[in-house]
């Protein structure tokens, strides 16, 4: 992916986070201005984002996990616990192994081991990974009914762990959706049990199933639940024994087995760490989430991206061609072009508004060859092509639809969700083949005539009323394991079919973002509260902050163009456009300022992050975070002083840095002219001084 201004180092993948508040911060005398570019005291280093990630990724580790040694030597003792027919059972034992197969990863091992148990006619099939540069692990269960006659019932099918805890601290953030990405950190000493569900089917409205669990000072476990459906989480505390005992897994599950049916747990991942640091265990998260959990399309890193974006309701193809030779005329070199809803025909074959999805029938009206000449351009300027879609709800007339989609049968849908709002509309059961097959080809159809490189799927829709309302007796939660491992065996095919391909979750928002999904796609858009407050950069920069932490990949966007909006929109993904590329007074001077921008501090979105400011409500506050790659002994750090703060001066310490080494910082507005030890960066600090509210300083950051 072609990239713009000077390229920095992607750098070493570590990260993660954590509240962390700034203390004892004094004034570092700033040094004499030289008049030097603050670009030209980065290094010239190549772009990371279409090679090998750094050199700690690609070398063999040999060391064990052993959190993961102790789990695979006592089968036994695994912590899977269910009911089978009124029986209850807990880990393996009297389970007898009758395979063994153990792949090699990239970065770690795969294992596969089937089990069967004599009073228990399913089988068991464990499914684990070990990442030992990670300290990482993750495993799944499915369990297969090979018999002739339905089995009794499976139930309380979920994870039972314990930790031992002298100090248990549970930690994380919330979802979004109301949540707004808040963190939290509660003593579990003190409140004993904390419980956390999804009872929508949209797994992160609400809570964030992610977890940092601290066990002692400096120790603990990350835990992630990867269920693209409904779930329930709880950690409770046992002052007696200093145990905390968590138990995790799909939300209510009871259900006979079919004949050749398979049911399955959600995924599980921790990631361990001993005597760290709050800040190195971000990184060491980030480092887990990047290297093991990321894709990487077509065998390649994720790439960083700037961009524009627009709806496909009510453009056309020769709208859009016009609008890209017009970035093309004023010198601004996109990289990817994001097109939304709203390309699609109704049931019989009409013109209509973006959430009348079904039919996922191009409309020719406005786009007479299937949007190809777009898709060609994209290719001929080695742009990054995304499409919208929503293939799992027809928001439709059921008969119209059915009348002019032959080889659809009425069975596929599901009870219609959201009644009485204006998303109200039927649920395709991807849990049937048949319908999933029906859903790909309509999907392939549409990505081979565009030629798109970015699958992008949205779903507006509360799934578990129709879920529940399909299930019948004896088949509590049913529905929903199937449809689960349907969307999930979609999302496989499109990747297996288009391996080069990136794809997008998600759900009204950040709404399907479990960790199942996150090793499929990217969290793209990751709030819809943006769509109707784009100026609130209040709770834009509180998000931001927090999410990275959590998230390394997702998109920000410029609605507006000033210079403090456009800077608070850095991410893996920009989207930066102007208002009209036809208007006389387009700023394209800013955009063009923007986008070199970018080229210089797009390389670090991959490196260490540090939160520099405490994360708070309150309108009076800063919003500072940092990336810093000890590679390349540089990195950014991003200041904003909000509308709402009481002074326009901020005393900052920088983290990470090598504290024996000398750095230069300097801003892109000659506000910050500082040269000093990494250690008086990270002690004393250094004071940003902005000229007005809100306001966005970059600090460029480089050793000598």
């Known amino acids: 992916m072609r990239g713009s201004g000077k390229m920095i180092l992607r750098a070493l993948c570590l990260l993660l986070p954590s509240v962390l508040l700034l203390a004892g911060c004094t004034p570092a005398g700033p040094s004499a201005d030289t008049g030097t570019d603050p670009a030209d005291t980065l290094p010239e280093v190549t772009d990371m984002t279409t090679e090998a990630m750094t050199e700690i990724e690609t070398e063999t580790e040999s060391a064990s996990v052993p959190a993961y040694d102790a ?7 695994f912590p899977l616990s269910f009911s089978y027919d009124g029986t209850d059972y807990k880990g393996f034992a009297g389970f007898t192994e009758t395979s063994r197969t153990v792949t090699p990863l990239e970065r770690g091992v795969m294992t596969e081991l089937t089990l069967t148990h004599p009073d228990i006619p399913l089988t068991f099939r464990l499914e684990t990974e070990v990442f030992p540069a990670e300290s990482a692990y993750e495993y799944v269960v499915y369990v297969t009914n090979e018999g002739s006659s339905d089995s009794a019932v499976l139930s309380g099918l979920q994870f039972d762990m314990s930790f031992p805890s002298d100090k248990p601290v549970l930690s994380g953030i919330g979802g979004d959706a109301g949540s707004t990405y808040t963190p939290y950190t509660t003593d579990l000493s003190r409140s004993r049990t904390v419980r956390q569900e999804s009872t929508s089917g949209r797994p992160t409205h609400g809570n964030f199933p992610y977890f940092n669990l601290s066990t002692s000072e400096g120790c603990g476990t990350f835990i992630a639940l990867g269920w693209p459906g409904t779930w329930e989480a709880s950690f409770s505390y046992d002052r007696t024994d200093k145990v905390t005992s968590v138990q995790m897994g799909q939300r209510g599950f009871a259900s006979r087995l079919a004949p050749g049916e398979t049911a399955r747990t959600p995924r599980m991942a921790f990631v361990t760490y001993e005597d760290t640091s709050a800040d190195d265990q971000t990184n060491l998260w980030r480092h887990y989430y990047i290297n093991d959990v990321m894709r990487k399309p077509g065998g390649e890193p994720t790439p960083t ?47 209509v508004s973006w959430p009348s999805t079904g039919t996922l029938d191009m409309d020719r009206s406005r786009f007479p060859d299937g949007m190809s000449s777009i898709g060609q351009w994209c290719r001929e300027h080695d742009m990054l092509y995304l499409l919208w879609f929503e293939p799992e709800n027809v928001r439709l007339d059921k008969q119209t639809f059915l009348r002019n989609q032959p080889g659809f049968k009425s069975e596929w849908l599901l009870d219609k969700t959201l009644v009485g709002t204006w998303l109200e509309g039927y649920l395709m059961n991807l849990g049937d083949p048949e319908c999933r097959e029906w859903v790909f080809n309509k999907i392939c159809k549409v990505i081979d005539e ?19 309302s399909a299930d019948g007796k004896d088949r509590k939660g049913m529905t929903e394991n199937l449809y689960v491992q349907g969307y999930l065996a979609l999302w496989d095919a499109i990747i297996e079919k288009y391996p080069y391909m990136m794809l997008d979750a998600c759900a009204s928002g950040g709404g399907r973002n479990d960790l199942e999904s996150m090793k499929r796609a990217v969290p793209l858009h990751y709030s819809d509260w943006f769509d109707g407050n784009a100026e609130d950069y209040d709770t834009k920069s509180r998000m931001t902050q927090a999410l990275f932490a959590w998230f390394p990949y997702f998109k920000n966007q410029v609605y507006d163009l000033t210079l403090d909006k456009i800077r608070i929109n850095y991410a893996p993904w920009s989207i930066m456009p102007v208002s009209s590329p036809i208007a006389k007074d387009a700023k394209w001077d800013l955009l063009r300022q923007g986008y070199d921008e970018y080229g210089l501090v797009r390389g670090y979105f991959f490196a260490d992050y540090y939160q520099l400011t405490p994360y708070s409500l309150s ?12 590679a390349s002994a ?21 983290k990470g840095l090598d504290p024996e ?23 004393g600090g250094l004071s940003v001084t902005v000229p007005e509210k809100p306001y966005c300083a970059i600090l460029l950051i480089s050793a000598k």
């Open 661 to 683: 080494r000398t750095y230069t910082v300097k801003d892109l507005d000659g506000l910050v002219d500082v040269t000093a030890k990494g250690s008086e960066l990270m002690s």
């Open 305 to 351: 991206t700037i961009g524009i974006s627009m709806m496909s309701q009510g453009m056309t193809t020769n709208k859009m061609n016009l609008i890209l030779s017009a970035y093309e005329k004023h010198g601004i070199p996109l990289e990817s072009l994001w097109m939304d809803a709203g390309w699609y025909t109704g049931a019989a074959g009409e013109a």
């Open 634 to 654: 540089s990195g950014y750090a991003s200041v904003y002083c909000g509308q709402g703060s009481s002074t326009t001066t901020l005393q900052l310490c920088l």
């Open 619 to 630: 309108a009076d506050r800063w919003n500072a975070w940092e990336f810093y790659d000890p």
């Open 71 to 77: 789990l695979m030597a006592s089968l036994d003792a």
């Open 450 to 468: 565009s030629g798109i490189t970015v699958y992008r799927t949205d779903f507006n829709n509360d799934p578990a009323s129709a879920w529940a």
